[in-house]
T-cell receptor
Framework: RKEVEQDPGPFNVPEGATVAFNCTYSNSASQSFFWYRQDCRKEPKLLMSVYSSGNEDGRFTAQLNRASQYISLLIRDSKLSDSATYLCVVNKPSGYALNFGKGTSLLVTP | DAGVTQSPTHLIKTRGQQVTLRCSPKSGHDTVSWYQQALGQGPQFIFQYYEEEERQRGNFPDRFSGHQFPNYSSELNVNALLLGDSALYLC??????????FGQGTRLTVV
């Protein structure tokens, strides 16, 4: 079983739509959780950290369910500029490195 | 304030050759990690350097080695290149265990 699993998509949505991405992780000892955004042929950029209490940053809401080992990202009022690959990231419990999912591709269309 | 910088941005090498990639961390960061990202995949952890020592290593062969210098910059060396080593190599820096920031990457093509 992979350490971090995501639906690769692609998700094609119209502008203004709400879209949700999900991710599961295998190691219950993981302590840090993130969503990164990666544009085509560019480096990953931190979008937001994820906490059990849930956290929101503008149109983006992230949620962590430790019992189910499940992480989600909700994007409201999608913009064309949200088109990118969204990477679910979980720390490796044995040290300091990060485990990345394969990413979920989002295309927002006019 | 410069972010994480990597050089070169692109590189073409022949099978069997050796390559060195370089990374300068973000100002104030003391930890450098290297990742390999193959096409269509998420980044895979290679190793991490802290205080000039390899602190943790991923599942990569010994052909992959690295170094961290006193100014916290780092190098990734790959020996005996294989076609399968073609990928985007990403350097990430952080301070202690805080959030990691990535450089723009080096795109390595092995022919």
């Amino acid at each position: 079983r992979k350490e971090v699993e995501q639906d690769p998509g692609p998700f094609n949505v119209p502008e203004g739509a709400t879209v949700a991405f999900n991710c599961t992780y295998s190691n219950s000892a993981s302590q840090s959780f993130f969503w990164y955004r990666q544009d085509c042929r560019k480096e990953p950029k931190l979008l937001m950290s994820v906490y059990s209490s849930g956290n929101e940053d503008g149109r983006f809401t992230a949620q962590l369910n430790r019992a189910s080992q499940y992480i989600s990202l909700l994007i409201r009022d999608s913009k064309l500029s949200d088109s990118a690959t969204y990477l679910c990231v979980v720390n490796k419990p044995s040290g300091y490195a990060l485990n990345f999912g394969k990413g979920t591709s989002l295309l927002v269309t006019p | 304030d410069a972010g994480v910088t990597q050089s070169p941005t692109h590189l073409i090498k022949t099978r069997g050759q050796q390559v060195t990639l370089r990374c300068s961390p973000k100002s104030g960061h003391d930890t450098v990690s290297w990742y390999q990202q193959a096409l269509g995949q998420g980044p895979q952890f290679i190793f991490q350097y802290y205080e000039e020592e390899e602190r943790q290593r991923g599942n990569f062969p010994d052909r992959f080695s690295g170094h961290q210098f006193p100014n916290y910059s780092s190098e990734l060396n790959v020996n005996a290149l294989l076609l399968g080593d073609s990928a985007l190599y990403l350097c990430a820096s952080s301070f202690s265990e805080t959030k990691a920031f990535f450089g723009q990457g080096t795109r390595l093509t092995v022919v």
